[in-house]
């Protein structure tokens, strides 16, 4: 199974910076990390598609929620805006 490229918007790496919680930091960089052994890193996670957009999916971690799509053409994450 290939392991997927994650790539986030610069604005996901500005507000992880402003977490002020280092427990709830580490959380959120290893889930984001984790989407690159898709499919099987989502089996321990609390995902959900969102309604209304195409191929988007968020985690939850905490109160923080992690917006991502799969682009398995070239098989990589993106995180939007």
């Known amino acids: 199974m290939p392991n997927y490229q994650v790539l986030a ?3 996901v790496l500005n ?3 402003d977490v002020k ?3 709830e930091k580490t ?3 290893e889930a984001i990390e984790s989407l690159a ?5 989502l ?3 609390d995902v959900e598609k969102m309604k ?3 191929k988007t999916f968020r985690i939850r971690v905490g109160d923080h929620r992690i917006l991502f799509s799969v682009d ?4 990589s994450y993106t995180s939007p805006r």
């Open 9 to 11: 918007h610069h604005r």
């Open 15 to 17: 507000y992880i910076k």
């Open 21 to 23: 919680i280092e427990n």
């Open 27 to 29: 959380r959120i960089k």
């Open 37 to 41: 052994d898709y499919p099987f890193s």
């Open 43 to 45: 089996r321990n996670m």
């Open 52 to 54: 209304g957009r195409e």
């Open 72 to 75: 398995k053409r070239i098989e």
